[in-house]
């Protein structure tokens, strides 16, 4: 009987599983095969997808303007939330409430309709916002905000923060040197662990990059996007290689979490 | 020392008040942290957010609700609102019961299994968007090889990825892995002697789950409907990249408002958005009634 129950659950697990698996490894087949039409398996395997993608400068290019972005919209997160997390636990608890359902806005608000907003708010601002990366860096930021806040709040509670800095002080620290030698170390994991999971997560970000830049500043998207019309083969083998990257990606934020424990 | 000169006396009064006032200052001084924080939070989603709820109430410079009236009278931004309802809640609802399913046999698999596929459901829950809209059409598109399997063995139906039924598979698929991870601590909460004591006492597993199984875990799975219905109700990379904005949805309606080659009218985009903001909103109020509910009962 248990013998059986386990096999159930077993053909359960690895079945929706294997659903689950059944894109990633037509397109990973699909990216290695030199024709595959009308049959159910393809004619034979070439690598020529891959250096033909790796030889584009525009792939190139659009991949440098990703990283250039998420990079960008990640480090200002950093700065703006670090003092800011800091600020409210140890001056301010309360405020840990308030910022607890403000980290829920931009779950709530669709991109969709913030992007609307945006749109029409800054369409003729005095600096060029529009069809600029910048627009997009502090676009991210609100993307990054609410998992960077839940890990980094998540670390501050472990740590019994007015100790160390009134023990800092007592040794004669100012609060910024008891901040930056002492808080900040204790808070590198889970900084970490938020942050690849972040990077994966704007890496994909398609619709605010579509809706206020487009072409204007062709990111990884917007290129894959665009290459909808060129041969599946080659589309395959961007989308694989895009989903590597990620899956480093997600792998560096489950090690760096569990390392938390 | 000096302090005994009347004349002194003065400075130092005026130099300890002057402390005090700057002490009282410091007090707000970690306050100018908070600042950029609340600047560029403001200016990235607090502002565009109340632009939106502003403007969808302004109609060629005067107030009004002429851009909502507008909304009720379009059949076709009424059939974008219903696609996209019925895309969302289905997706959700079976995205949710075959999550449900995976966890619950996920936990009598050993660890090192468990431990995989976790890790391989949270990373395909990154599989999203135009990736996995492209995914779809090389494997289910018109000359994909499952469609192609399928339809060899004839029972292919008349699945059209391109209609709403291969939508809803894609939905579905995105729905899963997210599904899994919300619903994955939650079943901790199912502890084994509760289903040896009801088995015990003679219950089969269906009663068992009727009974003590699902009310037990029914906060988390209303929580986590919301979620996904939430998730699956914003979505527009996948949609807009499988039909290249053909298909009517309510994102795609407001996208190509604000986006489109021709007839930009953002303030109606600004009053469909209000309207989707509104349905989440109430969504999202019944949900958390119904977990109150749950909790009580």
């Given at each position: ?72 919209s990640?480090?200002?997160a950093?700065?703006?939330v ?15 409430k308030v910022m607890n359902i403000l980290i829920l806005l931009p779950f709530a608000v669709p991109p969709v309709v913030s992007s609307v907003g945006l ?19 502090g676009t991210y930021f609100t993307i990054a905000l609410p998992f960077m806040y839940r890990a980094i709040s998540n ?39 938020s942050?690849?999971l972040s990077?994966s997560f704007l890496?994909g970000e398609f619709v605010f ?53 | ?40 939070f403001?200016?990235f989603q607090i502002?565009p957010m109340?632009?939106v ?31 996209s309802?019925?895309?969302a809640?289905?997706?959700s609802?079976?995205g949710l ?28 829950s990154n599989?999203s968007g ?44 995105f729905q899963?892995p997210l599904g899994?991870l919300l ?39 209303l929580g986590s409907f919301i979620i996904l219905f939430a998730n699956a109700i914003g979505a527009y990379a ?12 309510v994102t795609?309606?407001i ?18 958005s209000t309207?989707l903001m509104l349905l989440l909103g109430v969504i999202t109020a019944?949900n958390q009634?119904?977990i ?6």
């Open positions: 009987m248990d013998n059986n129950n386990l096999f159930i659950h077993k053909s359960v697990v690895y079945g929706l599983s294997g659903i689950l698996f059944m894109p990633i490894l037509a397109t990973f087949i699909y990216s290695f095969s030199s024709s595959w039409g009308a049959t159910i398996l393809p004619d034979g395997f070439t690598i020529k997808w891959y250096t033909q993608l790796l030889t584009d400068p525009r792939f190139l290019e659009a991949f440098m303007r990703s990283l250039f972005i998420c990079i960008s990640l480090l200002l950093m700065i703006l670090l003092p800011m997390i800091f600020v409210i636990f140890y001056y301010y608890p309360t405020l840990d749109l029409e708010l800054y369409a003729d601002s005095s600096v060029q916002l529009i069809g600029t990366p910048w627009i997009l860096i670390s501050f509670s472990t740590i019994n923060i007015r100790d160390l800095v009134d023990a800092a002080h007592l040794l004669g620290a100012s609060t910024t040197k008891a901040y930056l030698l002492i808080i900040l170390p204790n808070l590198k994991k889970g900084l970490l662990a942050t690849f990077f890496l990059a579509n809706i206020l830049v487009g072409t204007r500043y062709e990111t990884l998207q917007i290129y894959l996007y665009n290459m909808r019309q060129t041969s599946g083969h080659f589309t395959s083998a961007l989308v694989m290689t895009y989903f590597v990257f990620i899956f480093v990606c997600t792998w560096l934020a489950t090690h760096f979490s569990k390392g938390n424990k | 020392m000096d302090i005994t000169k009347p004349v002194h006396q003065g400075t130092l009064t005026l130099k300890s008040r002057l402390g005090r006032y700057t002490s009282r200052l410091g007090k707000y001084k970690p306050v100018v942290w908070l600042l950029p924080f609340i600047a560029f403001y200016l502002a109340v632009w709820l502003i403007n969808s109430f302004i109609y060629d410079g005067e107030w009004t609700i002429e851009n909502y009236s507008e909304i009720f009278d379009s059949t076709f931004i009424l059939q974008g609102f219903s696609n309802l019925w895309i809640f289905w997706s609802f079976i019961i075959l999550a449900a399913i995976l966890v619950s046999s996920l936990r009598h698999l050993n660890s090192r299994i468990r431990d995989a596929i976790v890790a391989f459901t949270n990373m395909s599989f135009v990736p996995l809209a492209f995914a779809f059409i090389i494997i289910l598109g018109t000359n994909g090889a499952i469609t192609l399997l399928l339809r060899q063995w004839g029972i292919l139906g008349d699945f059209d990825l391109y209609s709403k039924s291969g939508l809803l598979a894609l939905y579905i698929y899963i899994a619903l994955y601590p939650a079943f901790d909460a199912l502890k084994k002697d509760a289903y040896e004591a009801s088995q015990l006492l003679g219950a089969s597993s269906f009663k068992y789950w009727i009974k003590i199984g699902l009310p037990i875990l029914s906060p988390a799975l996948s949609v807009y990249a499988l039909t290249n904005g053909n298909y009517n949805m795609i309606r996208a190509s408002l604000v986006s489109g080659d021709l007839f930009l009218e953002p303030n109606l985009a600004a009053a469909i309207l019944v009634w119904l109150a509910r749950s909790y009580n009962g």
